[in-house]
T-cell receptor, first 112, second 113 residues
């Protein structure tokens, strides 16, 4: 039972364009959703989060949208830059202990 | 302020051998976590701790043990390594506030032959 799914293993966009990464979930008890970015041979780094009671959160070039009725969230990167090329993980947070359930990840390639 | 550090960075074991992975954090975080990352499967939680002296099972705890004797350290043990435990292991820590996020270490790449 995969509670968090990222159905696109990879995405390629041109520099300057918008990147949209998608994530679906099944667990209605998640209280926060987070996006992490991971470069090769490094640990994941936190990018942006959204509370389950919000529908949008913005931080610079990064915006996360949450559609609770569809159990879907998306990360928008505008404009995309070559340095954004990495693996992006979506995660749902469960309970007071802050346990994270991760999706499989999407590899983003931004071409110059 | 080093954040979260992991020792060792790489290790090769033979089936049946044992080892301990060390995670250390200097942010005075209460919560600590061990994850494994496998191709196409994202990160999966092995064990976690909500404070010194406490541990709990995550999604994939079988074959692993943990200990949290000191607040800043979280140890992951493999008593009898199996090839299925070949993976990249990440440790993370987090503060107690609801808005706090998890900070990850750089990972340990383990190969079991």
């Amino acid at each position: 039972d995969q509670q968090v799914k990222q159905n696109s293993p990879s995405l390629s966009v041109q520099e300057g364009r918008i990147s949209i990464l998608n994530c679906d979930y099944t667990n209605s008890m998640f209280d926060y959703f987070l996006w992490y970015k991971k470069y090769p041979a490094e640990g994941p780094t936190f990018l942006i989060s959204i509370s389950s009671i919000k529908d949008k959160n913005e931080d610079g070039r990064f915006t996360v949208f949450l559609n609770k009725s569809a159990k879907h969230l998306s990360l928008h990167i505008v404009p995309s830059q070559p340095g954004d090329s990495a693996v992006y993980f979506c995660a749902g947070r469960s309970g007071n202990t802050g346990k994270l359930i991760f999706g499989q990840g999407t590899t983003l390639q931004v071409k110059p | 302020n080093a954040g979260v550090t992991q020792t060792p960075k790489f290790r090769v074991l033979k089936t049946g051998q044992s080892m301990t992975l060390l995670c250390a954090q200097d942010m005075n975080h209460e919560y600590m976590y061990w994850y494994r990352q496998d191709p196409g499967m994202g990160l999966r939680l092995i064990h976690y701790s909500v404070g010194e002296g406490t541990t709990a099972k995550g999604e994939v705890p079988d074959g692993y043990n943990v200990s949290r004797l000191k607040k800043q350290n979280f140890l992951l043990g493999l008593e009898s390594a199996a090839p299925s435990q070949t993976s990249v292991y990440f440790c993370a820590s987090r503060g107690v506030l609801g808005t706090d996020t998890q900070y990850f270490g750089p990972g340990t790449r383990l190969t079991v032959l």
